[in-house]
């Protein structure tokens, strides 16, 4: 493999703490040095739906107002897309290092690190699992931005908000058009 991709990992969970149930997890491992399109990414895409109970039985926790917005006010593509194929966390997490090591990504984004890499995280240390990648590989897309005076983030057509890979894929085209502009 020529190209040096890094990695977008971007969660659904049940709660804004360090340890929520997390419902879904996304990734697409990309080029840090281009513009990709959302079709590209996809091809470069992970997408796993994670059985609940599975994160409560390693004690990640679930916020009541979280799930009633999850049943309430989330987008139904997305409530939908989360009721597919769920499997255990430790499973999940498995696919996931199996994704990460075959791209050989260097660094791993998200949008904020602090929420989802944190929660991926403390998800791999419930379960007895190893971190994959090293803690200094990990960034913040909205710095990121921010030093490269991006402003608002752009909508990308097709995509479903609060779908993990469709967000992954959101923030990486966001990310690429940060990176692209500061190079001009």
Known sequence: MD????LMIDIEGLGPTPTPVILS???VAFDPSKVESAETLR???FYVNINGLSCENVGMKMD???FYWWLEEAPREAQLAILND???IKEALSELTKFYLKWGCKNIWANPSMYDLVAVTEAY???GGRVPWKMNAMLDCRTAWRLKGSKKPVSVEGLVAHNALDDSIRQVINLQMALANSND
């Open 3 to 6: 190209t040096q991709y890094d």
């Open 86 to 88: 769920r499997k255990p």
């Open 25 to 27: 997890i996304g990734a």
């Open 64 to 66: 009541s107002k979280t």
């Open 125 to 127: 240390k419930a379960t």
């Open 43 to 45: 091809n470069r895409g």
